[in-house]
């Protein structure tokens, strides 16, 4: 599975973005996908999933403002993004998990995860 994110870019604080991730290989609709994120000099932190049946959680800082959905047909997972603050500057990676998980939990865990994306940058000014 090759995983391309786009959409990064530069935004004042609260301005909005979409994040795209376009999957190729293998079926795409078998997979839990999701969007972490990387600021500078910090770890790697979970954002948002989405599960193969369509069930959905958010990190904390991003209930209310992010929305992730999935498009099976297009073989992409989009994150949008609402009311950004500049403490949210940071590399988004995408992420697709190459199994089923029983719970949302676990989709929250980078190591869940097998296949990763390049990462987008995303710069919010204040």
């Known amino acids: 599975v090759q995983l391309q994110a786009s959409g990064g870019g530069s935004v004042q604080a609260g301005g909005s973005l979409r994040l795209s991730c376009a999957a190729t290989?293998?079926?795409?609709?078998?997979?839990?996908m999701a969007w972490f994120r990387q600021a500078p000099g910090k770890e790697r932190e979970f954002v948002a999933a989405?599960?193969?049946?369509?069930?959905?959680t958010y990190a904390n800082s991003a209930k209310g403002r992010f929305t992730i959905s999935k498009d099976n047909a297009k073989n992409t997972v989009y994150l949008q993004m609402n009311s950004l603050k500049p403490e949210e500057t940071a590399v988004y990676y995408c992420?697709?998990?190459?199994?089923?998980?029983?719970?949302?939990?676990?989709?929250?865990?980078?190591?869940?995860?097998?296949?990763w994306g390049q990462g987008t940058l995303v710069t919010v000014s204040s």
């Open positions: 992420a697709a998990a190459a199994r089923r998980y029983s719970n949302l939990h676990s989709y929250t865990q980078s190591q869940r995860y097998h296949y």
């Open positions: 290989g293998r079926t795409f609709g078998t997979y839990g």
């Open positions: 989405v599960t193969t049946g369509g069930a959905t």
